[in-house]
């Protein structure tokens, strides 16, 4: 495995249903929550973020971030990160 899992209850949650009520604490709702972080390149990490009163993903890697409204698409994309860094570092 080449992430380490930040929430894991929320990370799990995510998978299976809503996260429209995962609370957030101050922090959280000013620099997202991190689900998953790559264990290689520590700029590259999966959060939970709040945009105008709704739940995104956030991958943030390096200088640049995507926002996704599915986990699917967050996840597909976190992982292909993943793939890019772990062939860029064993190079």
């Known amino acids: 495995m080449d992430y380490?899992?930040?929430n894991k209850k929320v990370f799990e949650q995510a998978q299976i249903r809503s996260v429209s009520d995962v609370p957030f604490t101050d922090?959280?709702?000013?620099?997202?929550?991190?689900?998953?972080?790559?264990?290689v390149d520590t700029t590259l990490g999966l959060y939970l973020v709040e945009i105008?009163?709704?739940k995104?993903?956030?991958v943030r890697w390096d200088d640049?971030?995507?926002?996704?409204?599915g986990w699917y698409?967050?996840?597909?994309n976190f992982t292909w990160?993943?793939?890019?860094?772990?062939?860029?570092?064993s190079e």
């Open 64 to 69: 640049s971030h995507e926002f996704f409204t």
């Open 27 to 39: 922090e959280e709702r000013q620099n997202g929550m991190k689900l998953a972080s790559s264990k």
């Open 4 to 6: 380490r899992i930040s």
């Open 56 to 58: 995104k993903f956030e």
């Open 81 to 89: 990160c993943l793939n890019v860094t772990g062939n860029t570092m």
């Open 52 to 54: 105008d009163g709704h």
């Open 73 to 76: 698409s967050a996840w597909e």
